[in-house]
């Protein structure tokens, strides 16, 4: 049913050329005096324009085709010399530029760095790569784009203007023949601009996400190799490279259009004034003003016309993009600003002093943010799949000491990739430090260490330095020594010792992969049975010096005496799940009872030394049930006792 009234007006889809005109209305309105000395050094330049076609014409119809030579020349001479003051102009010109020019750049800097400081004050310190990338290229880019754009439109302007006055002193009839196609082909292009600067943004866009991803990929070959989504990343690169593909088409088109647009003004002009030049010289036009016509045509006005779109077709269209990007409203953070930094803004300007705030009590102040969050998480292999995980919601504190322990396929190296950002979730959010995931911020919160360690050909130092390549060789061989490297480091001889992946055991590369995220001592380590080849006493070394780190550590445990060592323990049962303290677990949880009775006692633990070989399987001793198990049966319980735990209902969240 339409509602009574006059319909309200649509509003005008707001566009980057709408954007970029808004900011530069002002910006031009306070440099108008710029704009008019700019202006009168051109007018040398438009009586230059002015003079070269009137000059030919006179020397014609009066020297010349008169039998007067003489004044011929001199209409001659007076055509050349008007090229003088135009060298002249050029100087002038050129000097007046900078006025427009340079405050564009610093107020384009001025720009990007408040924005940056902005964002590293309202978002917990992030501040991306743009604000370096507009600070150093692209306001470079804008301020060539400007002064070209700026010369340009300046020398159509002055040189137009000469010739249509030119036009006008030989003969009014001209322009009836030489307006029309320059009119119809600027408004053709004009027309192609606003679609023109959208595909070269769309294409940017495409260009910048195509690199972004490709930028990952190289910083998570790994993690890709680990979690088996090969298929899954090549078709994300694939649709990747067919959106850039499908831009750069519908570039080209317009880009079509455009060269349409370019003859329409500089081709057809000079040729309709041919085909009407009969008729023209019928009605009294002489010779002279003919070739003087053809002369602004062929070497004033087309020439002008073809730079000027040239330069708003490629050089401007960028200029546009480039501005838009700069006018773009920063993105608010997701919370209030912690109330530290409310507490240090600077009073204002004029000396009064801020609304008085009653201050929170201590307990009241906001606490760190955690570093990493599951909320309502599940997550499943398929559309029509059992959840591995169902509605898990999660809270990591920053410098937390959890364990994840449960029976084969809980679910547990499949929390362990979901909180790492490796695989997204089917439902619910997971968020670092109060952020939702995302792949550019992968490298600085978290590592993921899964159970096949990652070891390359190169020097021990490389290894170790691999998330960390500025890393010094004191902390290198700080890390050596808190891991546990030292008989490593010794049998190699150096850190600049060769390291073939082949010729060390699992456990020594796991011992690697461990120095590397000791080094790079992320704000969130995950060790997804990343210590399952190390014998007891050196798991047990390996994981207290990761938790001693300032960062956050996850341990997907396959020994009993990992999960004691963890402040919390989370214990997996598929979707059914239970979290607190080792006592708090074996008097809540059948399945962590059971788990601990299944699992290697410490006496037995501590009875192994140095690396668990290859080929050796573990033997754990059921003390509770009375049952011998081997091999990953010893880690992870028996799956039969179980089912009373999986009929239980499901807890409330951890």
Same mark, same amino acid.
């Given at each position: 049913m339409k509602a009574n009234g006059p319909t309200a007006p649509r509003p005008r889809r707001d566009t980057a050329l709408r954007r970029v005109g808004r900011e530069a209305r002002p910006f031009l309105r306070a440099r108008t005096g710029a704009v008019l000395r700019l202006a009168g050094w051109s007018l040398l330049e438009f009586a230059q324009t002015f003079l070269s076609g009137y000059g030919v014409a006179r020397a014609l119809d009066d020297g010349f085709l008169a039998s007067r030579p003489a004044t011929g020349l001199c209409w001659l001479a007076v055509a050349a010399v008007a090229v003088l003051p135009s060298v002249l102009a050029a100087r002038g010109v050129f000097g007046r530029l900078a006025d427009l020019v340079e405050p564009l750049r610093d107020g384009l800097v001025r720009r990007a760095v408040s924005r940056a400081l902005g964002g590293a004050l309202g978002r917990s310190g992030d501040v991306s790569t743009r604000s370096l990338s507009q600070v150093t290229h692209q306001s470079e880019i804008a301020r060539d784009g400007w002064a070209g754009l700026v010369l340009t439109l300046r020398s159509f302007a002055f040189t137009a203007a000469g010739a249509v006055t030119g036009l006008l002193a030989l003969a009014p009839a001209l322009l009836l023949i030489v307006l029309p196609p320059l009119a119809v082909g600027a408004a053709l292009f004009l027309a192609t601009l606003p679609p023109m600067a959208a595909r070269q943004r769309a294409y940017l866009a495409a260009d910048e996400a195509y690199a972004a991803h490709a930028g990952e990929l190289a910083a998570s070959v790994r993690d890709i190799a680990a979690a088996g989504t090969a298929g899954r990343t090549v078709a994300e690169s694939g649709a990747l490279a067919e959106a850039q593909l499908a831009a750069s088409r519908s570039l080209a088109r317009w880009s079509a259009v455009r060269v349409l647009a370019l003859a329409v003004c500089g081709r057809f002009p000079p040729l309709l004034l041919l085909l009407a030049a009969p008729w023209l010289l019928r009605n009294g036009l002489t010779a002279g003003a003919l070739v003087g016509a053809l002369t602004y045509l062929t070497q004033a006005l087309a020439p002008a016309v073809q730079a000027l779109m040239t330069m708003l077709g490629t050089a401007g269209g960028r200029l546009v993009v480039v501005l838009d990007r700069f006018t773009d409203a920063p993105p608010p953070p997701e919370d209030d600003p912690p109330q530290a930094v409310r507490d240090s803004a600077p009073p204002p300007a004029d000396g009064t002093a801020h609304p008085a705030v009653p201050a929170p009590a201590p307990s009241a102040r906001r606490a760190p943010a955690p570093v990493a969050e599951l909320h309502e998480v599940t997550f499943a292999y398929g559309p029509r799949a059992q959840p591995v995980l169902d509605r898990l919601s999660l809270t990591i504190a920053p410098g937390e000491h959890l364990a994840v322990v449960g029976p084969s396929g809980s679910g547990k190296s499949t929390l362990a990739a979901v909180l790492a950002g490796v695989e997204?979730?089917?439902? +619910? $959010?997971? =968020?670092? =430090? +109060?952020?939702?995931? =995302?792949? #550019?911020?992968?490298? *600085?919160?978290?590592?993921? /260490?899964?159970?096949? #360690?990652?070891?390359?050909?190169?020097?021990?130092?490389?290894? @170790?330095?691999? @998330?960390?390549?500025?890393?010094?060789?004191?902390? &290198?061989?700080?890390?050596?020594?808190? &891991?546990? %490297?030292?008989? /490593? @480091?010794?049998?190699? !001889? *150096? @850190?600049? $010792?060769?390291?073939?992946?082949?010729? %060390?055991?699992?456990?020594?590369?796991?011992?690697? $992969? /461990? !120095?590397r995220a000791y080094l790079a001592a992320p704000p969130l380590l995950i060790l997804d049975e990343a210590t399952s080849r190390l014998d007891p006493a050196a798991e047990t070394r390996a994981e207290l010096a990761c938790a001693a780190l300032p960062g956050a550590l996850v341990v997907v445990a396959h020994r009993l005496s990992s999960a004691r060592r963890a402040g919390r323990t989370l214990v997996m049962d598929g979707p059914r799940t239970r979290c607190g303290t080792p006592a708090q677990l074996l008097r809540s949880s059948a399945l962590y009872r059971d788990l601990a009775g299944l699992w290697e006692p410490e006496d037995a633990d501590a009875r192994g030394g140095g690396l668990v070989p290859d080929a050796q399987d573990a033997v754990a001793v059921a003390g509770r049930l009375g049952t011998v198990v081997t091999g990953q049966d010893a880690s992870i319980g028996s799956g039969d006792e179980e089912r009373g735990v999986r009929s239980s209902p499901p807890p409330s969240p951890v």
């Open positions: 997204p979730p089917t439902g +619910g $959010a997971v =968020r670092w =430090r +109060g952020r939702p995931v =995302r792949a #550019a911020d992968a490298t *600085s919160v978290r590592v993921l /260490l899964p159970q096949h #360690a990652y070891v390359f050909s190169g020097s021990l130092r490389d290894n @170790l330095r691999y @998330l960390s390549p500025d890393a010094r060789d004191r902390e &290198i061989a700080d890390a050596a020594e808190a &891991i546990g %490297l030292e008989p /490593l @480091l010794s049998r190699l !001889g *150096s @850190l600049d $010792a060769d390291v073939v992946p082949d010729r %060390l055991s699992q456990g020594e590369r796991q011992l690697v $992969a /461990l !120095g």
